[in-house]
């Protein structure tokens, strides 16, 4: 197997060729209109916008950072000015069951319209009403049906009186009602005493006259009450009349700029009947202080009931689709509430406390919201998928909604729901979501992916100074020269991990332009130059490497044992990464392995104390099937091994130090020393190749960065894998020391090249007889396994012949 070479410097590292970017400064670009590096998000964002079907709602999924919010927005509004607005909804008083609120669609701006007109027309009724039943007409008419029901009574009561005279008997009025009375022949009435002195048959005479007087006076009495009604229901007919008369010409003038609209026409004509059959209520007399005592309406309740409450209104929007987004999406932000007003000590409400949620307001319309935060938010996910799955938003308190208590409330009509969710999260989350919630896939039927890097092609460099000239135009930042603009190219390389990509986290694009820009305004410079960006750059890792460097001065000083020098059996620099937040940096870490005889059981110390991950446990039992397969086949393998991160107390994971696992295991095998000036990452498969791992750039550089402290020696490497190399986008001074040939960096495909760099002895390959070459580090591992295997074979006839002379 061929011993590869270490990188030159140039494949190190990729700069962006100034040569490429056709300007001086950002300020003499276009800046870039379309969205950068998300063909296939925006187009599955169109799709989901423009078709047609019931529930075809948007997913957008990808990493943070990417502005995945201003993307949407961005697409739904230049979507949205090609829609018409839509409607206005109101909630107006249900005049047949008050307590369900009917809902009133109108066309974009006839809701403030309908307002404005039922508040002018509330401000009339409250002097139009009572002037037109200040009128001498009217109190005429009402004084003439008074005198009239007046007149009736008491001519029957004279009437009755007449009679009773004609029969010797005295019609009373007394406090208590009426009585009638006897009289003597001087026509005055006859006293109890004298009564008593009277003949049995005038005593019976007076008492029959008095029981028939009596009859005719409860039959009268019985008509009083029937001519009071039909006073007060002529009286009623008057007022309607005026009422009519009054508040016609009003609803009239409203009906007149309504005209086209047959639903308010409607409820205009069940206003003014409203207003006709309740007149009375409207009266001044109605706003005493002691009708309202008494529990009778105060006229301002009255007239309540007349006002429209508009809950959504498109009077200042009337050339777009409304585009809603909502940062505290709870459920009532959602679908709307029911509020209170305190009155008499307690809580009343009506329909003008409606208030709309942003499901109302998107009608029609775009919602974006934050799926995380949905979720979040109790009942808020529920509520969302009622509303999308019925079509209709219903406002209703969550107590009611679930049944939490019976009390009497409104019921506002629901009102027809036609709109576009986008909710907005990361892939994990949809993910969880389409497995875990049957109704996910039948509500959300569009995921929009979004990309977290795209390719560093020719023409990219060119994009991607138009799009940081967006930035600094949106951010209000200083233009950046052309050399400025390359090193951000190259920084957005590395944050993508590749030099073949650009990473598209725009926010921290954007942050370090901002950053740039402070300190090329700290230095009056007029235009941000290539220091500014590095500066930035260096700054950033500064404010978070406050850990890294007391990681580092603790290996530099000993009391985490890592060297760089010398050549050890069974030892071995593996390198891991360790992520804090937005910061990240590689740091080595020993591993040690010791072998001895045993039946092929591999014990990985990190799991055995529960500090080992799931992964990290499969790359273990991986070097048990290809020590197996590879030099015990024919055998049993024999051995027992026992792999340990030194100096570990936190929990470790992934595959990425398979590799240095494995060269270690092979060196206790093999008895032959590994080089310690070497570091090596790299997973490894059944069959020894070696696979690409993450954070290769943090890795070499973290051991490089130990190696500085103890100064180079010209020996220092690092071994990767070589799928790794296209990841390469490593600091400077790596580079330079590289091409200094102070610092050496290998790529190898199999375990054979590294075991080999490792060692400086041959790895060894098989020859068409399938023999190893001897002294290669292959045969030495595999002579040493076939010894374990024949001292278990010798162990165990020990023992079965210890047993039969026993």
């Known amino acids: 197997m061929v011993l590869p070479e270490a990188l030159p410097a140039e494949s190190l590292y990729t700069p962006c060729a100034t040569d490429d970017l056709d300007f001086e400064t950002t300020a003499e670009l276009d800046e870039l209109a379309d969205v950068i590096g998300q063909p296939r998000a925006l187009s599955a964002l169109r799709y989901g916008i423009h078709v047609k079907g019931i529930n075809c709602n948007i997913y957008a999924l990808g990493p943070a950072g990417i502005k995945k919010h201003e993307v949407v927005q961005h697409i739904l509004q230049e979507e949205a000015s090609k829609r018409s607005v839509s409607s206005d909804w109101c909630y107006v008083y249900n ?65 009755l009186s007449q009679e ?18 006897p009289l003597d022949k001087r026509g005055e009435v006859v006293n109890p005493e004298e009564f008593k002195r009277l003949h049995d048959a005038d005593k ?60 308010v026409c409607k409820y205009l004509d069940q206003v003014e009947q409203d207003i006709i059959d309740h007149v009375r209520e409207f009266r001044q007399d109605a706003e005493s202080p002691q009708a309202f005592l008494i529990g009778q ?48 000590g307690t809580l009343v409400t009506d329909f003008t406390l409606i208030k709309a949620g942003d499901l109302h307001q998107a009608n029609g319309g775009y919602l974006v919201l934050d799926a995380d935060r949905v979720l979040r938010q109790p009942f808020a996910w529920e509520g969302l998928k009622r509303a999308l799955r019925a079509r209709e938003v219903r406002i209703e308190s969550l107590e009611k ?20 969710v986008i909710l907005v ?23 929009a992916d979004f990309n977290e890097d795209m390719h560093r092609a020719d023409d990219s460099g060119m994009l991607f100074a138009r799009l940081i000239k967006r930035i600094t135009r949106q951010e209000e930042l200083l233009p950046l020269d052309r050399q400025a603009v390359a090193r951000v190219i190259e920084y957005s390389s590395r944050l993508a991990e590749d030099s073949t990509k650009l990473s598209i986290n725009l926010r921290e694009i954007t942050d370090l332009l901002r950053e740039a820009d402070y300190i090329a305004q700290t230095n009056g410079r007029a235009q941000v130059s290539v220091d500014d960006i590095q500066s930035a750059a260096d700054s950033k890792i500064y404010r978070h490497d406050r850990i890294r460097d007391y990681a580092y001065e603790a290996i530099d000083r000993g009391l985490i044992k890592i060297d760089t020098d010398g050549e050890t059996v069974g030892q ?122 993450g954070g290769v750039n943090q890795k070499i550089e973290g051991f490089f960065d130990i190696c500085s402290l103890r100064g180079l020696s010209g020996q220092q490497a690092v071994i990767i894998p070589s799928a790794n190399v296209s990841h390469l986008m490593l600091r400077r001074d790596v580079v330079e020391a590289a091409r200094r040939d102070e610092f050496k960096i290998y790529p190898v ?53 210890t047993g039969e002379d026993g």
Request: glycine residues 6%; aromatic residues 8%; hydrophobic residues 40%.
């Open 95 to 159: 005049f047949g069951q008050p307590h369900k609120p009917n809902a009133l669609e109108l066309p974009p701006g006839y809701g403030a319209r309908l307002c404005n007109d039922m508040e002018q027309l509330i401000e009339d009724l409250g002097t139009a009403i009572p002037s037109a039943f200040e009128t001498e007409e009217y109190h005429s008419r009402t004084e003439e049906l008074e005198r009239d029901f007046i007149a009736r009574r008491d001519k029957m009561l004279e009437e």
């Open 164 to 181: 009773a005279s004609k029969r010797n008997i005295r019609f009373l009025h007394t406090p208590s009602g009426f009585a009638f009375a």
């Open 204 to 263: 019976k005479k007076i008492e029959s006259d008095v029981e028939d007087l009596q009859k005719k006076l409860q039959k009268i009495i019985r008509l009083i009450p029937i001519w009071q009604k039909e006073t007060r229901e002529k009286l009623k007919q008057i007022d309607r009349e005026i009422a009519r008369y009054a508040v016609g010409h009003l609803i009239d003038s409203i009906r007149e700029n309504h005209r086209e609209l047959p639903e």
């Open 297 to 344: 309406p105060a006229k301002g309740d009255a007239l309540r009931r007349y006002r429209v409450n508009v809950v959504v209104d498109h009077s200042e929007n009337t050339d777009a689709a409304a585009v809603i987004y909502q940062d505290l999406p709870t459920y009532s932000n959602l679908v709307g509430r029911i509020e209170y007003r305190a009155q008499m």
């Open 401 to 420: 909604a679930y049944g939490l208590i019976n009390t009497t409330s409104l019921e506002p009509e629901p009102i027809p729901l036609d709109i576009k």
């Open 425 to 447: 999260g990361d892939r994990l989350l949809y993910y969880l979501l389409n497995h875990y919630d049957p109704e996910f896939a039948d509500l959300f039927k569009v995921a």
């Open 572 to 693: 071995i620099n593996a390198l891991s990464v360790i992520n804090l937040g937005d910061f990240s940096f590689g740091q080595p870490s020993r591993i040690t392995v010791t072998t001895r005889l045993g039946d092929g059981k591999f014990m990985d110390i990190q799991r055995e104390t529960k500090l080992g991950g799931k992964i990290h446990s499969k790359g273990v039992l991986i070097l048990t099937n290809y020590l197996a397969a590879n030099y015990a086949a024919e055998y049993p393998l024999s051995l027992a091994a026992s792999i340990v991160f030194e100096q570990s107390y936190g929990l470790v994971d992934g595959d990425s130090a398979s590799l240095a696992e494995l060269c270690a295991l092979l060196s206790a095998l093999s008895d032959v020393p590994l080089r310690q000036a070497f570091a090596i990452t790299g997973s490894v498969n059944q069959r020894g190749e070696v696979q690409a791992i």
């Open 749 to 801: 495909h199999h375990v054979d090249q590294a075991i080999e760099l490792l060692t400086g002895v041959s790895a060894g390959e098989r020859d068409d007889a399938g023999q190893l070459p001897a002294e290669s580090v292959n045969a030495r591992v595999e002579q040493a396994l076939t010894n374990l295997a024949l001292r278990r074979k010798n162990f165990t006839r020990k023992e079965s012949a």
